[in-house]
């Protein structure tokens, strides 16, 4: 597998004054661990691919993009409400802007790079088979705004800019983050080129917010949701839903969208009612590489969700299983 690493598409959150609990050193931390271990990693592969406002304007509405691509005041206002960073009450939540080192509006740049990352993986898939890339993930954007610490959603822009400019027709994106891929449902539901598995919490955020006809209730292709005290019966249930999705007919390529924050050592509270040991974590990565690799699929991954000083641990053993085969 291609491993992708791009130290000047990290977000850095603390440097816009961002507290979110965010591991926002995993992909360093990844990065050294392969390192160490001499298994190869590709660097800074951003500028070869090329992002327009057309590739996000496929995904995203018309008004969202006039605030993107508007003035200052209007981005910033829109990384507020994705990061959450003003609470019902008016005040600051998990921010403090006199801690930041830049303005808020350039942590868009960053973002904007972490989607040429998901592209450049996507891209690098179809020619090798598969290709993870240390970054990506932003599933809970949807086509009106982001939202979820995701301000554009990287993995349905890569899917259409695909099927645009690499001959791809048909996608699969599987979702195990500990979080419903809801601005992925949302963004696909009227698209039957791109099929989309969720597997995540049942109860936890963003299911138990807003009202049952809300966008973020629309349901993926293939939709599992894990109840508190379910481990068990995680894994038969991902194997059941690959099964399910693989009946609606093989794709040209699968987006895993691999969250590790159903890590038990996350320290999301709201990932909380999903603990999988670290040995489940590698049993779910696994089923899904060989489920893909089995049938041919190319397969590219994003890192999405994963909180805490522990969760890059998930990435590596992962990465160190399938670079040992």
Not at 59 to 65: D, G, L, R, T
Request: net charge negative; proline share 5%.
């Amino acid at each position: 597998m291609k491993i992708l690493h791009d130290p000047n598409s990290n977000l850095h959150l603390t440097k816009y004054g961002i507290q979110v609990p965010l591991a926002d050193d995993r992909d360093f931390k990844v990065y050294d661990f392969l390192n160490n271990k001499g298994i190869p990693v590709t660097m800074n592969f951003t500028q070869n691919v090329s992002l327009t406002k057309e590739d996000i304007a496929r995904v995203h509405n018309e008004e969202f993009m006039s605030k993107l691509y508007g003035t200052k005041e209007e981005l910033r206002h829109e990384i507020i409400k994705c990061y959450e960073l003003i609470n019902e009450n008016g005040e600051y939540n998990r921010y403090d802007p006199n801690a930041a080192k830049a303005p808020l509006e350039e942590l868009f740049d960053s973002v904007l790079l972490k989607t040429k990352g998901t592209m450049f993986a996507v891209q690098e898939a179809l020619k090798t088979g598969a290709c993870f890339f240390l970054g990506g993930g932003f599933h809970h954007a949807m086509s009106f705004g982001g939202r979820g610490f995701c301000l554009i959603n990287d993995v349905v822009i890569a899917s259409r800019w695909a099927q645009k400019n690499l001959g791809v027709k048909t996608v699969w994106v599987i979702d195990v983050d500990a979080h419903k891929g809801d601005g992925t449902a949302e963004l696909t539901q009227h698209d039957p080129s791109i099929k989309t598995l969720s597997i995540h919490m049942a109860d936890s955020w963003p299911l138990d917010n807003g009202s049952p006809d809300s966008p973020w209730f629309i349901p993926s292709d293939v939709e599992i949701g894990i109840k508190a005290n379910q481990e068990s019966t995680y894994l038969p249930r991902l194997e059941e839903g690959l099964k399910t999705l693989e009946a609606m007919g093989k794709p040209d390529l699968a987006i895993v969208v691999q969250g590790s924050d159903p890590y038990e050592k996350d320290r999301l509270p709201s990932a909380s009612f999903l603990k999988l040991t670290k040995e489940q974590m590698l049993e779910r990565d696994l089923l899904v590489y060989y489920f893909l690799k089995d049938r041919g699929i190319p397969q590219a991954y994003v890192m999405a969700g994963g909180y805490g000083e522990h969760v890059y641990e998930i990435y590596c053993q992962f990465l160190e299983a399938i670079s040992s085969k």
